[in-house]
T-cell receptor, first 116, second 112 residues
Framework: GAVVSQHPSWVICKSGTSVKIECRSL??????MFWYRQFPKQSLMLMAT?????????EQGVEKDKFLINHASLTLSTLTVTSAHPEDSSFYIC????????????FGPGTRLTVT | QKEVEQNSGPLSVPEGAIASLNCTYS??????FFWYRQYSGKSPELIMS????GDKEDGRFTAQLNKASQYVSLLIRDSQPSDSATYLC????????????FGTGTRLTIIP
């Protein structure tokens, strides 16, 4: 149980284009989903927290107009990187919090984005 | 500033021995504590959660929590080469909070 999927697992895009990443909780309902970014050999960095049906809460320094988050249902959240640039190349990981649980988060396998 | 601290390592342990990983946190209101394992190039995987003082065992893993001293530890018995990874301590600070505060992780290497 507690499986979270992400799609795609890797993507290469050209500078200036947009990329959408999907995060799904497969066998549980998630009231809250989180989006993280991780650069090589660095710690996870929380980008935003999203709750189903409401606007995402972004961490300080994260551009909400660049990283669009939609949490349409209790099992699906999407992150769209708009007008991507090479500095956006990173490992993007989502996690989902089990509805009604004490707070543990289950992570998706991650999406490796390369912007050329 | 609220913090979660771990020894970054690397920590090297012979195969078959006990690996001991430690974590301290600064927020006394913290209620939930987690250990995640992250292999290089992969996402974190939840291996233990603990919410009350004492020990919690799951297979070869034992989590220990001491709220008075504000530390949480993870013991791995009979260490295997496949246990080589970075171990992240994560804490939910305060009440009504959903975000995890992560330590920087301890890199563990099991030596065959």
């Amino acid at each position: 149980g507690a499986v979270v999927s992400q799609h795609p697992s890797w993507v290469i895009c050209k500078s200036g284009t947009s990329v959408k990443i999907e995060c799904r909780s497969l066998d549980f309902q998630a009231t809250t989903m989180f989006w993280y970014r991780q650069f090589p050999k660095q710690s996870l960095m929380l980008m935003a927290t999203s709750n189903e049906g409401s606007k995402a809460t972004y961490e300080q320094g994260v551009e909400k107009d660049k990283f669009l988050i939609n949490h349409a249902s209790l099992t699906l959240s999407t992150l769209t990187v708009t007008s991507a640039h090479p500095e956006d190349s990173s490992f993007y990981i989502c996690s989902a919090r089990f509805a009604g649980g004490p707070g543990e988060q289950y992570f998706g396998p991650g999406t490796r984005l390369t912007v050329t | 500033q609220k913090e979660v601290e771990q020894n970054s390592g690397p920590l090297s342990v012979p195969e078959g021995a006990i690996a001991s990983l430690n974590c301290t946190y600064s927020d006394r209101g913290s209620q939930s504590f987690f250990w995640y394992r992250q292999y290089s190039g992969k996402s974190p995987e939840l291996i233990m959660s603990i919410y009350s003082n004492g020990d919690k065992e799951d297979g070869r893993f034992t989590a220990q929590l001491n709220k008075a001293s504000q530390y949480v530890s993870l013991l791995i018995r009979d260490s295997q080469p496949s246990d080589s990874a970075t171990y992240l301590c994560a804490v939910i600070e305060g009440f009504g909070n959903e975000k995890l505060t992560f330590g920087t992780g301890t890199r563990l290497t099991i030596i065959p």
